[in-house]
């Protein structure tokens, strides 16, 4: 079964626009995390935001923050006021647990389109 | 500079012929892993390792062998590459395993083509 799931192959918006991408996951622990990367078109994996399981907060970085809604184990990214440099790969990633699973589980990512 | 060094870069090379991608990072940290990476399909795990002579399979590690001789270093081999091996391969290195408020730490990448 798919652990994490970004519905959103492509995404096209409006430069200084706002944008949310989506991402959902899969998890019985009750520790666990999310993170989300970004992957320019020279194809290096640049950390962008983290929100742990027990975060009462969203977690904010910037123009980045995460939309992190636990009953519905969602948690969208919002890039605010979008930049033509936005424009990438957008990967959201689980960690499970504490112990055990050693990795994150990636989904399978959103291209962001980023238009003039 | 804190980081993880892939090399090479971009590698073509033909059917069954062993090839070995270097993963070295100057962070002292104890967990490193490889990923590949496909369209569609995301990221996917090949091996980790939590320390030195540690060295455990992920999700896809048909095909890859891996060393950990020292803690800097993680070598990913290919003994005999087959197409369907063609990939974007990423080393990532974490204080801990696993991986905590940081993520991962990655390497540029190495885009593998095998004809």
Redesign the interface.
């Known amino acids: 079964a798919q652990k994490i799931t970004q519905t959103q192959p492509g995404m096209f918006v409006q430069e200084k626009e706002a944008v949310t991408l989506d991402c959902t996951y899969d998890t019985s622990d009750q520790s666990y995390g999310l993170f989300w990367y970004k992957q320019p078109s020279s194809g290096e994996m640049i950390f962008l935001i983290y929100q742990g399981s027990y975060d009462e907060q969203n977690a904010t970085e910037g123009r980045y923050s995460l939309n992190f809604q636990k009953a519905r184990k969602s948690a969208n990214l919002v890039i605010s006021a979008s930049q033509l440099g936005d424009s990438a790969m957008y990967f959201c990633a689980m960690r499970e647990g504490l112990k055990g699973a050693q990795k994150l589980v990636f989904g399978q990512g959103t291209r962001l389109t980023i238009n003039p | 500079e804190a980081q993880v060094t892939q090399n090479p870069r971009y590698l073509i090379t033909v059917t069954g012929k062993k090839l070995t991608v270097t993963c070295s990072q100057n962070m002292n940290h104890e967990?490193m892993?490889w990923?590949r990476q496909d369209p569609?399909?995301?990221?996917?795990?090949i091996y980790?390792s939590?320390n030195v002579e540690v060295t455990?399979k992920?999700d896809v590690p048909e095909g890859y062998k891996v060393s950990r001789k020292e803690k800097r270093n993680f070598p990913l081999i290919l003994e005999s590459p087959s197409p369907n091996q063609t990939s974007?391969y990423?080393c990532?290195s974490s204080p801990t395993?696993?991986?905590?408020?940081?993520?991962?730490t990655?390497g540029?990448?190495t885009?593998l083509t095998v004809v």
């Open positions: 967990y892993s990923y569609g399909l995301g990221l996917r795990q980790y939590m455990d992920g974007l990423f990532a395993p696993p991986p905590t408020h940081y993520g991962y990655f540029s990448g885009r």
